[in-house]
Each structure stands twice: as structure tokens, then as C-alpha cells.
């Protein structure tokens, strides 16, 4: 599927949409009124990966604490309001650099015109977030359940509700737990919308196999051009969610930095390869060169089949040996392999 160039939207100087690399969110844990709690969670996510992030806002307290946490942090701040539209207002005057709103579900057009026109004074991108637990009664009825063609007529119902308040400043996300759903959805919106997306797997599951769901859906979806910023959801810490939506990013070559080789292990492996390869990705983790590194266990894998990687380590008899761009640069006792390997991934003497 081509490239769709999508329209372009800016969330607190961050752009999405229109071209421009896809980002990465997630959203706080902590209780939002505990602005000092909830901004040291965002600063912790930001040195992580995270572009922007997302605050729970279920109370005027919440609202009025963005204030104080957009003083502490320094990535932007969208505000998750449901229902109450006071509340997207008050968000709005605290400094939150986007709402996530449905305008179908915060009690009629009066109140949508109110949000709609204090997001379009400050400047402020909504986005529309339809969940499969969320669709329309009359929707469901029509589809026969939860489909992609239900969550794309929410969507776009909603949309219109924002439309028709001349507010055109969207990003829409269409979000089930079912990763083909998901898939499909967004394909529909893809082909006939020019909104930026927000992709994700609602409801995704635990660090595990959320991660697994959430790396097909928007891994098949990112590989096809379409998504514009994305969220794993997970059941797990926040900064596990942008773990792994940097490294879906990085899989796919939409964001630079290291890039690990490892072979799976069988019964030539000469030496303890899971805890090396861990170790490795460990260290990887800190550094933010474009390179590609290798970890094999024995002369056969590596550095053969490991012949583009940048450097490598490879296992053997006692000693391993470090290799460059497919060449043994040299024998390196099995004590000192991932430590010399580091020295030579960063220019250090004798590499």
C-alpha cells in the first residue's frame, strides 16, 4: 500500500502528521492530581523514548494540576477527558497541548462548540479516540457488533460534531483489542480520511503478549505508511510501553539507533549467549549511534551470517573473537568479549 501524505497537526511543537517522523506516546500511571508524583513519571518516560504524553483527567482537581506539571516537564501534555466537557476546558486554560475526546459523549453540540472553540483560541489539536467498548448503541445494532466498519462511522460521526463547529485541528485513533479489527479499521481510515492517526491496540494485555499484539497491528500498519504517532498499551509500566514503541519503530527503520543481531541458540553454541546477548542489549540501550551489532554464539553463525553487522562477538573455545564489518579483528578471552566490544563500538585503544 502506498504512502498517504497525511494532514499535519502540532501537539506542543511536536508534529504528527504530514510527513514527518511518527512519534512515540504513553500515557501516566500516577494520580494526575499529584502534579509532582505525575510529572517525574513523565520526565522518567521522556528520557526513555516518550514524545508526548498522556494524563488521565477524571476531576477539576486533575485538570488545574496540569499547571503545575507542565513546569516540571518537558514534553507535551494531551489531557484523556471523558464526558464532562468542563473538564476539557479547564485542561485547555491549565496549558494542555492537546484533549482525547469524544464530542458524541459530552452531552450535546452547545458543549462540543465550547471545547471546539477554547481548542482553536489556544491553539490545541483534539484527538477523536474510538474504542471498541465504546461505539454507539444504534452503530452496533447496525453493524451487528463491534467491527471496523462500526468504529469508522463513530469515528467519523464524532469528526463531524467537530466539523460542523469549523474545528478541523484532528487526529483520530480507532482502536480495538482484536489486533485484525485494529488492522482493518485503520485501513479504512487510511483510505478515506486524510487525518493523522494514532495507532494502538486498546487493551492490549500484559507486558508480553501485548507486546506481541501490539507489534503486529501497528508494526503491519507503520510497514504499509499508514500511522502517524503511535501507543502500546500495556499492562505494565509506562516506560515498558515506550520500550517497546521505540523498538517497533527501530525494527522498522523509522527511528535511528542500534540495531542487535543475536542467533537463537542450539547445541554448537560456545558460549553462554542469553545472558551476553542480554547484556549487550543492555548496553545498546544507552547509546544512540545508527549502527548494527552482533552477538553469535559459535564460528558457524557468526561472523558469516553476521557479515553486515558494524561489529560483533562471536563464541568458540575458551576465547570468543571480536569481529568488524565481517572480518576477525581479533581472539579476545570470553572474561573480557562484551567489554571489548564496547571499546571498539566506541573508538577505545586497540579497537
Keep these: 500500500m502506498a504512502d498517504k501524505i497525511k494532514r499535519q497537526i502540532t501537539v506542543g511543537g511536536v508534529k504528527i502528521g504530514g510527513g514527518t517522523r511518527v512519534t512515540v506516546q504513553s500515557m501516566t500511571n500516577t494520580k494526575t492530581a499529584d502534579f509532582a508524583a505525575t510529572a517525574a513519571q513523565i520526565n522518567v518516560l521522556e528520557s526513555t523514548g516518550c514524545d508526548i504524553v498522556r494524563i488521565a483527567v477524571p476531576d477539576i482537581e486533575s485538570a488545574s494540576a496540569i499547571k503545575e506539571i507542565k513546569k516540571r516537564t518537558g514534553i507535551p501534555i494531551v489531557a484523556d477527558i471523558h464526558f464532562d466537557y468542563k473538564l476539557a476546558i479547564r485542561a485547555a486554560e491549565a496549558g494542555a497541548d492537546g484533549l482525547r475526546i469524544n464530542p458524541g459523549n459530552i452531552g450535546g453540540m452547545d458543549n462540543v462548540r465550547a471545547v471546539a472553540a477554547i481548542a482553536a483560541d489556544r491553539g490545541i489539536p483534539i484527538r477523536v479516540g474510538v474504542n471498541s467498548g465504546s461505539i454507539e448503541k444504534g452503530i452496533l445494532a447496525k453493524y451487528g457488533g463491534v467491527t471496523p466498519e462500526a468504529m469508522f462511522e463513530s469515528a467519523m460521526g464524532h469528526i463531524a460534531m467537530l466539523n460542523a463547529c469549523d474545528f478541523n485541528d484532528?487526529?483520530?485513533?480507532?482502536?480495538?483489542?482484536?489486533?485484525?479489527?485494529?488492522?482493518?479499521?485503520?485501513?479504512?481510515?487510511?483510505?478515506?480520511?486524510?487525518?493523522?492517526?494514532?495507532?494502538?491496540?486498546?487493551?492490549?494485555?500484559?507486558?508480553?503478549?501485548?507486546?506481541?499484539?501490539?507489534?503486529?497491528?501497528?508494526?503491519?500498519?507503520?510497514?504499509?505508511?499508514?500511522?502517524?504517532?503511535?501507543?502500546?498499551?500495556?499492562?505494565?509500566?509506562?516506560?515498558?510501553?515506550?520500550?517497546?514503541?521505540?523498538?517497533?519503530?527501530?525494527?522498522?527503520?523509522?527511528?535511528?539507533?542500534?540495531?542487535?543481531?543475536?542467533?537463537?541458540?542450539?547445541?554448537?553454541?560456545?558460549?553462554?549467549?542469553?545472558?551476553?546477548?542480554?547484556?549487550?542489549?543492555?548496553?545498546?540501550?544507552?547509546?544512540?549511534?545508527?549502527?548494527?551489532?552482533?552477538?553469535?554464539?559459535?564460528g558457524v553463525n557468526g561472523p558469516g551470517e553476521a557479515s553486515r553487522a558494524d561489529f560483533g562477538i562471536a563464541g568458540g573455545v575458551d576465547e570468543g573473537v571480536l569481529f568488524k564489518k565481517g572480518k576477525i579483528h581479533k581472539k579476545v578471552t570470553m572474561d573480557k568479549l562484551v567489554d571489548e566490544l564496547f571499546t571498539a563500538i566506541n573508538g577505545g585503544e586497540n579497537s
Design 170 to 298: 484532528i487526529c483520530i485513533s480507532v482502536k480495538s483489542t482484536s489486533v485484525k479489527d485494529t488492522i482493518a479499521a485503520y485501513r479504512l481510515l487510511h483510505e478515506r480520511t486524510d487525518y493523522p492517526l494514532h495507532v494502538g491496540v486498546t487493551e492490549a494485555g500484559t507486558e508480553y503478549m501485548g507486546t506481541v499484539k501490539s507489534s503486529i497491528a501497528i508494526g503491519s500498519l507503520l510497514a504499509d505508511g499508514i500511522g502517524d504517532t503511535i501507543r502500546v498499551s500495556l499492562t505494565a509500566p509506562p516506560e515498558a510501553e515506550v520500550r517497546a514503541g521505540v523498538a517497533i519503530l527501530k525494527a522498522l527503520g523509522l527511528r535511528a539507533g542500534p540495531e542487535l543481531i543475536s542467533c537463537p541458540t542450539c547445541g554448537r553454541c560456545g558460549i553462554e549467549l542469553i545472558p551476553i546477548a542480554e547484556e549487550v542489549e543492555k548496553r545498546l540501550a544507552k547509546l544512540d549511534q545508527s549502527i548494527t551489532v552482533a552477538v553469535m554464539g559459535c
